[in-house]
């Protein structure tokens, strides 16, 4: 007999990670990629005897979605991930409508070990962690030694949400429920009250500011374009300290300026706009390894002041610093619990709500130029840190973006973009090897005559 | 590593032109590339999905325009003539292969939008040929039995997840006792294979809330939370 599936344990998916399923595409999927070099190659069946230790400690990413009649839902699942050669182009969708399947995959090609994840599921820093004890686990080639993930969240309060949403329900898997939960209502309890929201006209009427999109020509299978950039993180943040602004800051006013230069005339449209997550995990300690972040809009109008790059990085350091505080964020994480909590958004059915986010999601995407993230820093515990060679990181892009992370010293600057140009890396790459760094350049073969050269 | 001199960077790879600008690049031919891709070259793919979604679409349009052009002909049983009932059968029969390939990944769901078209379909046609109730007396009934027999016997061979089509095995239930509903409206004139579909459509029931009763009401609570 089977199991009966209606007795397992499912939590409702969050507006915020709705946002992921009404705004997939064919050329942005909404999956994102962890992956760690090795110093050997990577063997396959230690890889899988590391998934499957893994696996068992992360109740998440058992997690099936499905659709009902008023929201999506994570559901728990017996299905077991299987380690495979990679043979997809990076970032290939990873949920299908009505398809029951994990919504995370992990690959090797050569030296990498790849994790992909759709963002629905979690976030950068949320998958980080699966990808650090997975590395761990290969390390070791036997359980990781850290503590199971949903251990600490039993031990906090977890939320209202739990109470809230859930007096009747019975929950076979309560690892499951916790890991599952929507990370912003995880720390409602913890905020101060606050003054009643107030909605103020200026929210609503926006100046209209021409902003520069980026346009070009699809890839032919709308694969997204990847081409990583490799250098020595030192040197780069002597050049961010010399500017007096922070790394993140100092790379968007470099990528700026690389599309600014790719871009020729400007025209009218001479404001460029940046979005950036900042991971709220840093102000608000959570161990949820759902979505958790806010974004944080900084931007440039060239033209009308100093433009060189140091001016640029520092006018984007002057706007980042103030809404990246804590007090500016709870700002914002109070506004996603709104959202979360809101009763109106609670009777929409979800095709409406797929439909109504997904204009919204446009409109969103018609304000920005880049988007940019930054994971920071990242080491592993021995004898995975000595295993490991390089870490990289990058996303599905509906616009050009670019994601960072250091590992041992080496800064890893991965662009993504759903075109088949890459003048602006070209650009970004000049401005980096002229002030003297050495830049190294991996690249996703994306265009016919870019294969053509190594598939015959 | 071989290296652009446009960029001044190195490459990975065996790129023979910068990945960057296009440039040429300088390959030293006697050292072979110690680093080597980070990305295996996947071929292009095409849009496979793109394809079906384009068939689908432009069947979709070529059968509801070929339905809603029957209503510019005469409405009656000598008026369809040969060539009119072949239109509208290879109509039909395009529609429930589109339907049972588009929803194939829920044999159950697929079963419910089945019944639903060929009922639908049978109606119309006999509405074309003049309104002699063969849909409603013979048509329906059998389609609606059947398929309740045919989605528990399958549910149970492929082993499918009771959470998995308990709701729409629910749903052709529910539209199995519409026959039932025809006939005390008096719109039959022959009531054995509607009664025959109903007494079915009981049993499953009877079944349903018996053996099933638990899973139901949980996976409807899950499916319609607010």
Same mark, same amino acid.
Request: hydrophobic share 45%.
């Given at each position: ?53 893994? @696996?068992?400690? @992360? ?13 999506? @839902? ?43 994840? /759709? ?10 962690? /699966? ?33 809230? /949403? ?291 | ?31 072979? *590339? ?57 109509? *039909? ?14 044999? *159950? ?118």
């Amino acid at each position: 007999m089977n199991k009966s599936a209606t007795g397992r344990t499912w939590v409702r998916l969050d507006n915020v990670s709705n946002i992921f399923l009404a705004a997939r595409t064919d050329a942005d999927p909404k999956v994102f990629r962890l992956a760690a070099e090795l110093t050997e190659p990577v063997d396959p069946e230690r890889l899988q005897r590391a998934l499957d230790a893994t @696996y068992d400690h @992360y109740p998440l990413y058992h997690a099936v979605l499905r659709s009902g009649v008023f929201w999506y @839902y994570l559901q728990a699942s017996d299905l077991r991930p299987v380690v495979t050669a990679e043979d997809h182009h990076t970032c290939a969708p990873l949920y299908q409508t009505d398809k029951r399947n994990l919504l995370f995959r992990v690959s090797h090609h050569r030296r990498r070990i790849n994790l992909e994840v /759709f963002h629905a599921l979690s976030d950068g820093a949320g998958a980080m962690r /699966f990808l650090t004890d997975l590395v761990s686990a290969y390390a070791a080639d036997s359980a990781p030694a850290v503590e199971p993930e949903v251990e600490p969240q039993r031990g906090l309060s977890i939320d209202s949400f739990t109470h809230y /949403f859930r007096r009747r329900r019975h929950t076979p898997d309560p690892a499951f429920d916790a890991a599952a939960e929507s990370a912003a209502l995880g720390v409602a309890d913890t905020l101060p009250a606050a003054p009643r929201p107030r909605w103020r006209v200026g929210r609503l009427i926006r100046p209209r500011i021409r902003v520069h999109r980026v346009k070009g020509t699809r890839t032919p299978d709308n694969r997204t374009r990847a081409v990583e950039l490799s250098l020595p993180a030192k040197d780069m943040l002597e050049l961010a300290r010399a500017e007096g602004v922070s790394p993140t800051m100092y790379l968007t006013g470099v990528f700026f300026e690389s599309v600014r230069r790719s871009a020729g005339d400007l025209g009218r449209a001479r404001t460029f706009v940046a979005s950036v997550p900042v991971n709220l995990r840093q102000f608000y300690p959570s161990s949820s390894a759902r979505n958790f972040f806010a974004t944080v809009l900084v931007s440039h109008t060239y033209g009308i002041g100093a433009d060189d790059l140091g001016s640029v990085c520092r006018d984007l350091e002057a706007q980042f610093r103030p809404k990246a505080t804590p007090k500016a964020l709870e700002k914002k994480l109070r506004r996603l619990i709104r959202v979360e909590k809101s009763p109106i958004l609670r009777i929409v059915p979800r095709p409406v709500k797929d439909v109504v986010l997904g204009w919204l999601n446009q409109a969103h995407n018609r304000h920005l130029t880049v988007a940019v993230s930054n994971l920071g820093r990242v080491t592993f515990d021995e004898p995975a840190e000595s295993l490991v060679e390089r870490i990289g990181f990058h996303v599905s892009a509906a616009r050009p973006q670019f994601c960072a992370i250091t590992h041992a010293g080496t800064l890893v600057v991965t662009f993504t973009s759903p075109f088949s140009e890459t003048d602006h890396v070209a650009e970004f790459a000049r401005i980096l090897t002229g002030a003297g760094i050495r830049v190294r350049v991996g690249a996703a073969r994306v265009t016919e005559s870019e294969l053509a050269e190594v598939i015959r | 590593m071989s290296r652009c001199d446009g960029c001044r960077v190195e490459v990975e790879g065996d790129w023979s032109s910068c990945p960057l600008c296009g440039t040429p690049l300088d390959t030293d031919q006697s050292a072979p *590339a110690a680093v080597p891709e980070p990305f295996p070259a996947v071929p292009l793919g095409y849009s496979r999905r793109r394809v079906f979604r384009v068939l689908f679409l432009t069947s979709l349009a070529v059968i509801v325009g070929s339905f809603i052009a029957q209503l510019l002909f005469v409405r009656d049983a000598d008026g369809i003539g040969a060539a009119r009932s072949v239109w509208l059968g290879l109509c *039909a029969m395009w529609l429930v292969a589109i339907m049972a390939i588009s929803k194939r990944h829920n044999i *159950a769901k697929g079963t419910v939008w089945l019944v639903v078209l060929i009922g639908g379909v049978c109606a119309y046609w006999d509405y074309l040929t003049g309104w002699n109730g063969w849909s409603l007396d013979w048509a329906i009934p059998i389609v609606c039995g059947c398929s309740i027999i045919a989605l528990l016997i399958t549910v149970r061979v492929m082993r499918t997840e009771v959470g998995d089509h308990i709701l729409y095995s629910a749903l052709t239930v529910a539209l199995g006792l519409a026959p039932v509903g025809f006939l005390w409206l008096g719109w039959l004139s022959r009531p054995i294979p509607s009664v025959a579909c109903g007494i079915v459509a009981v049993l499953a029931l009877a079944f349903l809330q018996v053996a099933r009763g638990r899973p139901v009401r949980t996976e409807l609570a899950k499916r319609l939370h607010l």
